[in-house]
Every structure is written in C-alpha cells, then in structure tokens.
C-alpha cells in the first residue's frame, strides 16, 4: 500500500502547483515532518523531529494496541453516513501523529491528501498530544487538476493533553465538481490549547462542515478562525462549535466571509456548561457580487456564571471607504483590494511565521479573482 | 493652482453650494471660516471629488486643467490632498500598511521618520481609526499628507479634538507641509485649511480669508480681522464688517 517517495516526482507541474496553494512544501525545508496521501495510497511519511512521531493509522493500529482506544472517541464513528463510510473501510488511511510528553516542534508539520483519480478519498487521522506537548499542523487537501469529480471524507480527532498546545492549520484547494465532508472533533484537556485555523479560497462544489471542540478539562482554551471565500457555484456550509464544559475554558470562533456569487451559510454555537466560562462568536461577511452569506451563531448557556456573546455583519464594502484610499492615491482597484486585504486579516496570535505566510499566500492567489 | 468658478454642487436633491467663486494662487494659504452646516466640508470634498456629491454646473481647474469630472485618486496623483474631519475607520488596514500602499517610493524609514515627527510611531501597526481619540485621527490624516506631499494642501479642521502640546506638533508639521519656511516667491505649496478657532493660523499666516454662509462664500479679507469680528458679533454681523471685502 505504501508506494515510494518517486511518485512525488511523477506529479505534474499543475499538480504540484495546486498543492503548493495548500501549503505542501516539497523541499521539506520548512517542515520537521511530513504524511503525503494520494488517494488512498500513503506515498511518503517522515518525520525528523524528537518525540514526535508521524505514522500512517493502519500501521500505526497494528504497532500500538492502546490508540484504538482513542479511535472513534471524539468523533462519533455512527454521526452519520460518511463517519459510517470511513469507520467501514478495512484498509483504513490517514494519519496517525503523536507528540509525546513534553516534545515540541517549532516547524509545523505537514499533512497533504490529493485527491487524484479516486472518486471517493476517505482518511482518518488522529493527533495526540500529550502532557506538556506543543505542535504544528499543517494540512492541504487539494484536488488534482484533471479530476473531473469526487469526494472527501476526512476524520480528524484531536487529543490535547494537559497543558499541551495544538494548531491545526488547513488550507483547501478544489475545484468545481469536487464535494467535501470533513469531520472533526478535538478533546481539550486541563489547560490545553487547540487552535483551528482553516482557508478555503479555491472554487469547490459543496463543502460541509460542523468541526467541534469539547473543553472538557480546567481552563482550557479552543480558538477557530476560518477565512473563505464562495465563488459562482460553490456551496460552502462551515461551522464550529464549542462546549465548554470545565471552569475557566473559553472559546472564540471567528469567520470572514466573501461571496463572488456562491452561498457560505457560517455557523457557530457556543455552549456554556460551567461556572467561569467565557465564549465569543464573531462573524463578518462581504458580499462583493450578489451571492449569500447567512451567518448563523448561536450561543447558549446554561447556568449563571457563563459569558457569551457573539456580533455578525453582512455587507458590501462602504463606499466612502473606497473614496477614502483613492484620495491617497490609489485606483479604485488597488483601493478595494486594499480594503478587502484588511478584512480578511485575521491575525492569529501565536502562529507561527510560516503558518501565517502560509495563509497569507493563499489569499493573496486569491486576489486576482476579487 | 486652483480656480473655482461659479461652483453648484447637489447633496442627492438638495444644492448645498450656490455659486462658488475661489482663487488659491501657487504659495498661498487661505482660511474657510463659516457656522456649522454652512458647506465648508463640502466644499473640500467638491474639490477632491467625493462621489456622493454632484457638480451641477462650473468648474474646478487645477493647475490649469480642468478636474471638475476627474476620477478621485487622479486629482491625487495631480497633487491635491486632504486632512478628513471625520475619516472612515477601517477594520484589518493598517495605517502603516496604507502609508507604504500610497508613499510610491518611501523606504520603511523615510515613513518611520515621518511618523516619529508626529508621535505616530506606535500606531503604524494599528487598523486606520479604529479606537483613536480625536487628536490622534488627526495626527494619522497628517501623517498621511506627509507621506503623499500634496501640492494643493486642504485640512478640515485640523486644531480641534487636538490638545495643547499636540497643537504646537500639528501646527510646525502642516508648516512643513506648507513650505512655510520657504520665502513666498519660490514657495510651491498652497493650502486651504477649515478652521473654527484659528488657533493653527498662530502657526502659519494664512494670506486670505473667506467666510462660509449658507453655502456661499459671503466675504473674503484678512483671516485675523475676520476671526476677531466673529469672536465678537458672531457669523451673521460678518458680512457686514468693514474690514471684510464684499463680494
Ligand atoms: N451626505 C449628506 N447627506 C445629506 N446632507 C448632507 C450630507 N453632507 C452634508 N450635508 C448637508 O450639507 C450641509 C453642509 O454640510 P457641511 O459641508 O458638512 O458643513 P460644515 O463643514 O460647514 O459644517 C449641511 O446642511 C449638511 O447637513
Ligand atoms: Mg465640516
């Protein structure tokens, strides 16, 4: 099942360039450790960093007894039919990566799934990181640019240890035809903290998506950022969730929206379970060519001592604001771009530089399409 | 540098400026008074060419072309800018990220330097606006300027908002912006600055004059005799002072 690494250099230009959009460094020169799937074939898995191992989950099932204990746990494997697809396959495929207690990378490390010639990608990966452990996610889905049509089902459980820190960062890369369902779910133990960060600015058929992240230990922290962007004939349904079930966890979800004529329906809810809680839902929209963003966020708490809030906003870009740039100077083009750059800048606090350069880049390809 | 002719311009429906008639040669400085509501930030934006508002008939002629129907940022290119009295803020721009988007050519220390002249430093990692108290709004429009070096310098009022120590920093910059210390026979920049109390006329002679009423300039003169009759009789005896010209 495992191929050789030469199939890396097989790929087409157009290919590599399409996962390049994701964020797939080839050169590995800013990555510690590296899981690359085509379809459903592992082609390549390595990982240089101390403590931190990263292993394709059907081997990773045979060498160690104990992580079937933590497969299906944070995602239920009956949800619902996809869940029920994955749980189904025999020859499981996806990733396996475990940062052991205290180990920690400062590169992030990469997770690239192409979906190639399969109709159907199924992956389910599972990320632990214990006691005192801090790592770097990386993950690219993209499409290859001569499928005509697919899907993806992606399983993805987070483990967050005590005081371990985790950032998923996941950037997508479809096309037209292509459908996408993935399913996560992360588990944050006492003073844990998972942060998800997620860019779709590639056009995509139907992408469906509810990812949740159960605060279940003191004072643990989640944080989801997700920039897209839905172009002519894209359908994106995104949400995250929060269930803040210890004292002092907090939560905050934040989404930026563009429509160029597709639907984003954005949700968010909150659940406030205990005492000294806080939660903050955050979604703003710009409609840039008549489309719809329908910002759904629901908070919801359930004793005295929780705090929730949320704001949305959905618009076009103010045209005195426009006006404002081109006083400076700039043409109306340079002015919008300018504004709608600002907008999608959503800085995330402790990202690493690669990370955000990473984001940055895949917005910026997207430009030329504003 | 700028000839005013005859001027009517629409907000929507409604004429807000009736008849304008201004000259600003090169080197000048004029000063816009008038009572709230009268059209004076109108008339800046008329100049530089909002779209919310509608020339209906004259002419706006800079440097000797005519700029009435021009785009915005061409009137920009072309040397004319403005200190906004209420500018948008702006979620996610950054003010240092604008000044280097505008500055064409500026390093990161020429801008830097600029922003240190106005205690801007600290801001240049701030969004545009959000969260400035009003005298650090006009320190950012300022600074802005600096960076774009207009020919024809239009401030809406650029004192108020601004407290006593900032004042006498505004004033020797927008100086600077003015070439005031460059003799008026080979100075270039003109300005037409909005003021309400006159205190930033302490830091700069302005050579001119003109009082805003009811969307009509009413009388030009000597900006100081004007300010000290409006201190005493208010706005509506000014038209009729002597040391006012009638137009
Ligand atoms: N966008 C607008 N919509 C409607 N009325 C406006 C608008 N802008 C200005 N006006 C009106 O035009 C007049 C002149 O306003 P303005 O130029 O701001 O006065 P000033 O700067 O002298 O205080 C006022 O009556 C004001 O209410
Ligand atoms: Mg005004």
Request: glycine share 10%; with cysteine; hydrophobic share 40%.
């Amino acid at each position: 099942m495992t191929k050789d690494s030469g199939e890396i250099e097989s790929l087409s230009e157009e290919d590599r360039e399409r996962l390049a959009l994701t964020g797939l460094d080839l050169e590995m020169t800013n990555r510690c450790g590296s899981f690359f799937q085509i379809d459903q074939d592992v082609v390549h898995t390595s990982c240089a960093a101390e403590g931190i191992e990263v292993i394709p989950i059907a081997a990773a099932l045979e060498k160690y007894d104990w992580l079937a204990d933590y497969a299906w746990k944070a995602v239920p494997r009956d949800k619902d039919k996809y869940t029920k697809y994955v749980a189904r396959q025999e020859q499981p495929a996806g990733v396996v990566i475990i940062a052991r207690k205290g180990s920690r990378s400062i590169m992030p490390l990469q997770a690239c799934l192409l979906l190639q010639r399969g109709r159907v990608q199924h992956v389910h990966n599972i990320i632990i990181a214990e006691e005192g452990a801090e790592i770097h996610l990386i993950s690219g889905c993209a499409s290859a640019t001569h499928t005509e049509r697919g899907s993806h089902l992606g399983v993805s459980e987070f483990y967050v240890g005590k005081n371990a820190k985790v950032t998923s960062t996941m950037i997508h890369s479809w096309s037209r035809h292509i459908n996408v369902f993935p399913r996560s779910a992360a588990i944050i133990e006492e003073g844990g903290i998972f942060l998800s960060n997620y860019v779709c600015m590639q056009p995509v058929h139907r992408i469906q998506m509810y990812p949740a992240a159960h605060l279940v230990g003191k004072d643990g922290i989640a944080r989801f950022s997700s920039i897209v962007m839905g172009m002519p004939g894209s359908h994106l349904d995104i949400g995250s969730r929060a269930v803040l079930a210890a004292e002092g966890t907090s939560a905050e979800l934040v989404t930026r929206a563009i429509t160029t004529g597709g639907t984003i329906v954005s949700r968010g809810h909150v659940i406030g379970a205990k005492n000294g809680t806080r939660g903050h839902i955050e979604c703003r929209g710009l409609i840039l060519k008549d489309g719809t963003i329908h910002a759904i966020p629901e908070i919801e708490g359930q004793l005295t001592g929780t705090e929730l809030s949320h704001e949305a906003a959905v618009g076009k870009i103010a045209r005195h604001e426009i006006e404002y740039l081109m006083s400076r100077g700039l043409d109306e083009e340079e002015a919008t771009a300018t504004i709608i750059r600002g907008f999608l800048d959503v800085k995330i606090s402790g990202l690493p530089a690669v990370l955000q350069k990473q984001i940055d880049e895949a917005i910026d390809k997207a430009e030329s399409g504003f | 540098m700028l000839e005013i002719t005859d001027l009517h311009v629409n907000v929507g429906d409604k004429e807000v400026l009736h008849d304008i008639n201004l000259r600003i040669g090169e080197g000048e400085t004029h000063a816009l008074m008038g009572p709230n509501g009268s059209g004076k930030s109108t008339l800046l934006m008329a100049i530089m060419g909002f779209g919310n508002l509608t020339v209906t008939s004259g002419s706006i002629v800079f440097k000797e072309r005519d700029i009435t129907r021009l785009p915005i940022n061409e009137r920009a290119r072309m040397g004319i800018g403005m200190l906004f009295q209420r500018p948008p803020t702006i979620a996610g721009l950054k003010l240092g990220k604008l000044l280097s988007a505008t500055s064409r050519g500026l390093s990161e220390e020429d801008i830097l330097r600029y922003a240190r002249s106005v205690n801007m430093d600290e801001f240049l990692d701030r969004d545009i606006n959000v969260g400035f108290s009003g005298g650090e709004i006009k320190r950012s429009e300022l600074l802005q300027l600096k960076v774009q070096q207009p020919d024809l310098v239009m401030l809406d009022e650029p004192e108020s908002g601004v407290d006593l120590e900032n004042m006498a920093l505004m004033g020797g910059a927008i100086a600077g912006l003015l070439e005031k210390d460059i003799h008026m026979v080979e100075r270039h920049k003109s300005g037409l600055i909005i003021t309400h109390t006159g205190y930033i006329l302490d830091y700069l002679d302005a050579d001119q004059g003109h009082v805003m009423i009811d969307g009509q300039i009413r009388c030009h003169g000597n900006p100081r005799e004007i300010l000290r009759v409006v201190k005493e009789k208010g706005y509506r005896e000014c038209f009729r002072c002597p040391a006012c010209v009638r137009v």
